[in-house]
């Protein structure tokens, strides 16, 4: 299968980087290289990317797209290493770096990567399909109590416990081993009445893949290391699907902003609030986020 998927936001992202001609600039989702070909466009002579995926096909398909590009640097990582992939490099600091975050329509369409609810798949769930962890391993080996708090957490979904509880018993029988069966297993655990909010195994879904590729844990620390590998003027642009991932990215961008925590009671700041950067969240972020839901629900 093809890999495509229509950047998002594209043009408000070339904005918000504010391109240079002779900058270095980090995609750590390059994913279709839809946002990397407009910054390869405005570059020039020492101008370079660092295009970083931890899925090997994106890659690939990236390597296509960029083809007439020879200042372009392929890594096959995670963005929450760009510290040490930039050390890697011998890059002191960047002028700009760019996460689209979330799930590719490409591995969502890809039958064999499991990431849908429609159809009959594997359980799969790997952006990077070398590491061992596998949804299969998340639902057939996690305890009751282990996938219910993914499934309430990661997927805000309120039957939690109750889905839990039934692909614990489905297991008991024989492992679960295809995406259909799990959504009928997750179907059977939501009342009728209460599925009308789309699919009813949307939310588990996107918990699994979570747990899966550790897309939320590590995501605060990232978005700090990321204002901390910019040069003096450099750009951060991050683009969100749900609310777990903004809220993880807000709150590190309001500590960069150094905003103080100490009690209103206080006569003087005592928590030693420190400002890294400038903070433009409200003004682009939320933009940004309201558009997508519309634009490229998950």
């Known amino acids: 299968m093809e890999f495509k ?30 946002h990397s070909k407009e910054i390869a466009k ?6 370079r990317i660092l295009g970083i995926d931890r899925d090997e096909e994106a890659l690939k398909a990236a390597k296509q797209v960029l ?30 770096i760019l996460l689209d975050l979330g799930v590719s329509s490409y ?30 391993i998340v639902v057939n080996q996690y305890t009751e109590e282990e996938l ?35 959504v009928n297993i997750i179907e059977k655990a939501i009342p009728k009445a209460k599925q009308n909010d789309g699919h009813p195994a949307k939310r588990t879904f996107q918990a699994i893949r979570i747990e899966v ?19 003096p003027q450099g750009r951060l642009c991050v683009i969100t699907f749900h609310s777990l991932e903004d809220r993880a990215v807000k709150t590190a961008m309001l500590e960069a902003k150094g905003k103080c ?16 950067r400038k903070n433009n969240y409200k003004k682009t972020n939320d933009t ?3 558009r997508t839901r519309r634009k490229h629900k998950k």
């Open 5 to 34: 998927h229509k950047p998002v936001m594209l043009k408000e992202c070339i904005e918000g980087l504010k391109i240079k001609k002779d900058g270095i600039y980090v995609d750590g989702t390059l994913g279709g290289a839809g």
């Open 107 to 136: 591995q969502l369409d890809e039958k064999n990567r499991g990431f849908s609810y429609l159809g009959e798949n594997v359980l799969d769930m790997r952006m990077d399909k070398t590491q061992e962890l596998t949804a299969k």
């Open 67 to 96: 083809g007439e590009y020879s200042n372009i640097t392929y890594i096959h990582g995670n963005h929450d290493d760009i510290k040490q992939i930039l050390e890697e490099q011998n890059i002191d600091g960047v002028d700009g």
């Open 148 to 182: 219910a708090n993914i499934i309430y957490n990661y997927g805000e979904e309120r039957f939690a416990k109750q889905i839990a509880k039934n692909i614990c018993n489905a297991r008991k029988e024989k492992e679960i081993e295809t995406t259909k069966e799990l």
């Open 213 to 231: 590729n550790n897309e939320i844990k590590p995501l605060y620390s990232t978005i700090l290391d990321c204002i901390n590998c910019l040069k």
């Open 261 to 276: 925590t100490c009690p209103p009671d206080l006569p003087y700041c005592v928590c030693g609030a420190k400002s890294l």
């Open 288 to 290: 940004i986020k309201r």
């Open 42 to 47: 405005k570059l020039e002579g020492s101008g």
